[in-house]
């Protein structure tokens, strides 16, 4: 554990020129804010330009030093979870109509065919037994879609980016127990429109989920 | 019971994200085993979570995306790195380069140059060519001195070193003619010259001198002359020596091909007669002049092939205008075979008769 470098040691060093220490740092939080990017705009496109986004201002704050980024303030994940988030924020206020539009036309399951295949595929899950079929899948990312914005927000932060309550709270600037409250809204949604694939095959992986 | 259920609902997200104490978390966990209830709650929320977390966990960035990111960090690096670093301190190599540059760059250049000069005025066949040149009359034929230097023994007994010698004697009779060439040439130490000749054109001199003589002047003073005989081969020595002098016989090439075009010019305007200073002066007859000379001689084949980069039509008219009577009727007649029905087949057919005309030993000027 000690020869891992922290995000903050790999920031100091892209500063001074290692651009594999820049690698290293996007190897780590590339997927996680891709993942919270994509489900929070709910659009690919979008999310392949916020996520461009985010990084090039890694790079720009580590390039100028005057540049309003990450001051050592706080932790650096933190501070790149908030930039992400606050570029959500932005942009769903522009395109508010359109995202309500797209998520009435079910435009999600639309807009990733692919990765539906993947998650069936994917390996190493506790709820592949459950995630047996892409209409499951399809359900499940309806599901997360249908949330709204708040709820999902914290939602994702809590489950992707792996924040705890307190610092989803700081980023999203709500009172941790309103942070709470949201995330037991979220998952309750959840629950009850997973519910029958829960019953179905879901018992079981409930008992097996709650025994491990 | 209820009242426990209640406090484990209200901790059970806590409890499903490991944020709880310790303490608390052993509290739940106590309740949760004993409560079938708060256990089946527990478990949908997994079961819920579980099924969430595999749909995000497949969610895979798009590599292009990735690139582009990584070019702009890399590319972002070297915009700033030399900031700072010229700023702090000059690097090793930069100062070295401030340091060295001139006088390296200066090294070099006077290398160059020394070794320029002595590939040029060291080597004495061309020293004794510039001497000779430097003459009004020629002296007699001069004989290899590569040669000579080479098998300076075998040579000493040829009849060559010593026109070789009389040309020498002649140069130090001349100054003025030759005063040029000791300007031009790399400084040398003086040095008594063997005869007791004056060191007029001393460094050419020397080093003929040195040729002549053989190895018994030191070799050792002149580093671009060759080298003495004796690490040579005895038959190879016997060889060059007997050989005939290859360096004259260059020379004389060399002769040949500057007189060459020359003559053949000449040889035109004699054949046309009339030796107008516009097809003579113009440029143009110089360059073509020594294409026209193996021309004359081996006919027109020869000249079509040499002069495939203009056109037939351009390539008649030019020798027309060059007055080159001959190789112009051949072209025009080579014209008219290949393309009689051409449009300008009648003005072919008026120059190739204008043409022959001239081309007649006691013709008048043609019509222009």
Known sequence: ?212 | MAADCEQTRARMLELLYGELAPAARAEVDAHVKGCPECRAELGALESTRAMARGALAADTPPPRVRAAILQAAAAAVPARKPVPAAASRPSFWGRLRGKWTLPTFATVGAVAVFLLASRIFMEPQKTYERGRQGLAPPPAEPAAPVAAAEAPAAAQTEPAPALKREAADERVRRPAASAAVPARRKPQPARPLPGGRLPVAQPAKESLDDLLEGSTSAPAKHAFVPPPPAARDKREQDERAFAPPPPPARNKRHEEDERAPREAALEDEDVAGTPSPGASGAGAPRAAAPRAAPAAAAGAKKAKASADAESPVARADRLFAQRRWAEAAVAYRDLLREDPRSPDASRWRQRLAACQAAAAPVAAPPPR
């Open chain 1, 1 to 212: 554990m000690d020869g891992i470098p922290s995000d903050e040691q790999l920031l100091a060093a892209y500063r001074a020129g290692d651009v594999a220490a820049f690698e290293k740092l996007l190897g780590r939080y590339e997927k996680p804010i891709w993942t919270y990017l994509r489900r929070f705009v709910r659009r690919d496109d979008a999310a392949e330009d916020l996520l461009q986004e985010v990084f090039l201002r890694v790079v720009r704050d580590a390039q100028d030093a005057a540049a309003a980024g990450w001051k050592g303030q706080a932790k650096f994940s933190t501070w790149l979870y908030t930039v992400a988030r606050n570029l959500c924020v932005d942009r769903s206020r522009r395109e508010a109509i359109r995202v309500a539009a797209s998520l009435d036309a079910g435009g999600e399951a639309d807009d990733a065919p692919a990765s539906l295949h993947e998650r069936i595929a994917a390996p190493d899950r506790p709820a592949d037994a459950v995630l047996a079929n892409r209409q499951a899948a399809t359900r499940i990312d309806a599901a997360i879609a249908a949330l709204p914005d708040d709820q999902r927000e914290v939602f994702l932060m809590r489950e992707v980016m792996e924040l705890p309550f307190a610092e989803i709270a700081a980023v999203v600037g709500a009172s941790e127990p309103t942070v709470k409250s949201r995330m037991r809204y979220a998952l309750e949604k959840l629950r009850a429109a997973l519910a029958d694939l829960a019953g179905d095959g879901g018992g079981g992986a409930a008992e097996s989920g709650g025994a491990g």
